[in-house]
């Protein structure tokens, strides 16, 4: 129940396309879900994060869309730039809770765009 | 400049022998985590401290150890008891246990031969 299922593993995009993220949850205690974006060599650093009361978050040409009832959120890339080339992973963690809220990773997604 | 320190980059060792990863951070931070990170799998958590004197078995924490005597500093160590320690280690921290953000530091490659 605390897995956070994220596919697809690999994502080929050409410059200036949409890169598509998709991640799957079960435990509905989770109540905020971040995106992180790591590049090779590096730690990840927090992208953009949604909680679960909005059905989408833009921050510039990343987008989060929050589907509550299917337990499913994703990660939209607009215009993908060669400099996005990274791994992204999906998170989620009840941040809220009276007890440890550990912060759930999915298995990650390498995302290389084209130029 | 604030953030968190992770020293060595890489780290070499012969199999049988422990090593020490260190992590530092200056952001004022009471919670600090250490994390497993292999090729294609997520972030797998080891160990984890919410204040200082006082930390928590991950999910993995089997053949490694951690002390928290300063809230600055949570240093891993790597045992000979870990069966496949080769891996890239990051330490992250964030301002109180269970809060939303973490922040992760630049990590260590260890390899074990």
């Known amino acids: 129940q605390q897995q956070v299922k994220q596919s697809p593993q690999s994502l080929i995009v050409q410059k200036g396309g949409i890169s598509i993220i998709n991640c799957a949850y079960e435990?509905?205690?989770?109540?905020?879900f971040p995106w992180y974006q790591q590049f090779p060599g590096k730690g990840p650093a927090l992208l953009i994060a949604i909680r679960p009361d909005v059905s989408e978050k833009k921050e510039g040409r990343f987008t989060i869309s929050f589907n509550k009832s299917a337990k499913q959120f994703s990660l939209h890339i607009m215009d993908s730039q060669p400099g996005d080339s990274a791994t992204y992973f999906c998170?989620?963690?009840?941040?809220?809770?009276?007890?440890?809220?550990?912060?759930?990773f999915g298995q990650g997604t390498i995302l290389t765009v084209h130029p | 400049d604030g953030g968190i320190t992770q020293s060595p980059k890489y780290l070499f060792r012969k199999e049988g022998q422990n090593v020490t990863l260190s992590c530092e951070q200056n952001?004022?931070?009471?919670?600090m985590y250490w994390y497993r990170q292999d090729p294609g799998q997520g972030l797998r958590l080891i160990y984890y401290?919410?204040?200082?004197?006082?930390?928590q078995k991950g999910d993995i924490a089997e053949g490694y150890s951690v002390s928290r005597e300063k809230k600055e500093s949570f240093p891993l160590t790597v045992t000979s008891a870990q069966k496949n320690p080769t891996a890239f280690y990051l330490c992250?921290?964030?301002?109180?246990?269970?809060?939303?953000?973490?922040?992760f530091g630049p990590g260590t490659r260890l390899t074990v031969t």
């Open positions: 998170a989620a963690i009840n941040a809220g809770g009276t007890s440890y809220g550990k912060l759930t």
């Open positions: 435990n509905t205690a989770f109540d905020y």
């Open positions: 952001l004022n931070h009471d919670a």
């Open positions: 401290s919410q204040i200082v004197n006082d930390f």
């Open positions: 992250a921290s964030s301002p109180r246990q269970g809060a939303d953000e973490q922040y």
